[in-house]
């Protein structure tokens, strides 16, 4: 079961750290961790949900603009991309600061 | 092709370096020529690449005893390898095998300090061509796809497989069907504004004798001459001229389920980002290259798998690749 969506996370920004790329293809979106050399592969709306997530200002925000360009209940959209950037983090690909700097 | 060596200490004065050809969009400045290479000014290069002959004594004193990592390596199958490629930061890279010389490769790719062996042969080349050239082309810049292609109509054509599918008896037929002949094995590939370009690599197919001794009077002609056998048959043939716009990938695998070809469009991404021709090469310059050059082509390019049944003659299946490319491509 997920763990509850800790609204801090939600409140911080979602930053991609220097040594991660991403690229679209047809089918998903290739990350490539550079310091590891590995690839991780992302679906279609995940993919989407982190390209919003580099360009908005806050994961909230990110929700907000996922929410409304797939026509999703914002409840929805907010735990599966709180879901996301968890993995993410735990990867290594994605840092969530707040906005006092710190990592979250 | 006389490999002729300086004694040890000797350093060869570029001066003397008459030959000059292109691969792999890399010019090339050697002390002779290199077979399958093109004698070429060099033009349209993207990078290039002067060959030094030396002695076994000085490539390993320009190698010293450096903290060094193995890249690569092949072995026998009683262990004993025949093929290693190691790195050493700040010298560069080590490629060896036996009776085809050691080669070090300078960090920017742009100089080879070349060791062949002391014979009158040609077959020490094949380290060079297959291995020497493409590490140099990699670091600067050029990626490289394991892959065979052809020339078609101002278009390249590229056809990924593993080892031992058919690749380039595929390309060989093809040119039985007025393609010309752009790389065997290894495709060099460059980003030019918003296409991807494709490069004529050498001049020389590994193909099955059997499969040769079939092919129509055009690919014949393309590949005339027979350098010798080893695993298979060494052709030296005629490359298409320059640079081509790379139109259309193939996957090609063999099924021995499938009673007929299959062809439809491939949109795993894995496929390209696994066809590197130097995945040893593990830098992160390197690979972001390969992700720019696969996530291009996976935009622009045309990708195809390409099943055919295991018994379907490589004249069929050339010519289904031709009358799909009509269409296609």
């Not at chain 2, 004694?7 to 060869?12: D, F, K, Q």
């Not at chain 2, 892959?147 to 080892?163: D, F, M, R, Y």
């Not at chain 2, 005339?224 to 080893?230: K, R, S, V």
Request: charged share 25%; hydrophobic share 45%; aromatic share 6%.
């Amino acid at each position: 079961m997920s763990e509850a969506v800790d609204a801090s996370v939600l409140a911080a920004q979602a930053r991609i750290p220097a040594h991660v790329v991403f690229r679209s293809f047809p089918r998903e979106t290739v990350v490539l961790n550079l310091d590891t050399g590995k690839y991780h592969g992302l679906n279609p709306t995940a993919g989407r949900m982190l390209e919003l997530l580099e360009k908005s200002e806050s994961v909230e925000a990110a929700a907000v603009s996922i929410a409304d360009e797939y026509g999703q209940e914002l409840d929805v959209i907010r735990r599966d991309l709180y879901d996301l950037c968890v993995q993410l983090r735990e990867r290594g690909l994605l840092e969530i600061v707040s906005n006092d700097g710190n990592a979250t | 092709m006389t490999a002729t060596r300086p004694e040890s200490g000797a350093r060869p004065d570029r001066a003397q370096s008459p030959w000059r050809g292109r691969a792999f969009a890399l010019e090339i400045e050697a002390p002779q020529p290199l077979v399958g290479v093109p004698e070429h000014d060099g033009a349209g290069a993207v990078g290039i690449v002067r060959l030094d002959f030396v002695s076994d004594a000085d490539v390993d004193a320009l190698w010293g005893t450096p903290n060094s990592r193995r890249l690569f390596a092949r072995h026998f199958s009683d262990g004993t390898p025949y093929l290693t490629v190691d790195r050493a930061e700040s010298i560069g890279f080590r490629v060896w095998a036996p009776g085809h010389g050691r080669y070090l490769v300078s960090e920017d790719g742009r100089d080879v300090a070349a060791a062949p062996p002391n014979d009158s042969g040609w077959w020490w080349q094949r380290l060079v061509l297959a291995q020497v050239l493409p590490i140099a082309a990699s670091l600067q810049g050029i990626d490289l796809l394991h892959a065979s292609a052809v020339a078609v109509a101002g278009k390249a054509v590229a056809i990924t497989a593993e080892a031992g599918t058919g690749k380039t008896t595929l390309a060989a037929n093809l040119l039985d069907h007025g393609a010309d002949l752009l790389a065997d094995d290894v495709l060099a590939l460059e980003l030019a504004g918003t296409e991807i370009v494709a490069h004529p690599g050498v001049a020389l197919a590994n193909v099955d004798p059997a499969q040769h001794a079939k092919l129509g009077a055009r690919a014949r002609e393309r590949l005339a001459t027979e350098l010798g056998e080893g695993d298979k048959l060494y052709v030296l043939g005629e490359l298409a001229d320059g640079p081509h716009r790379l139109a259309a990938v193939y996957f090609l695998r063999r099924d021995g389920t499938e009673a007929k070809l299959v062809v439809e469009p491939e949109a795993d991404a894995r496929k390209l980002l696994g066809s590197s021709f130097v995945p040893y090469l593990d830098g992160p310059e390197y690979q972001l290259k390969h992700l720019d050059v696969c996530s291009r082509i996976a935009e622009q390019v045309p990708i195809f798998s390409l099943t055919a049944p295991v018994a379907m003659p490589p004249e069929e299946l050339a010519a289904a690749v031709m009358a799909h490319g009509e269409r296609a491509w």
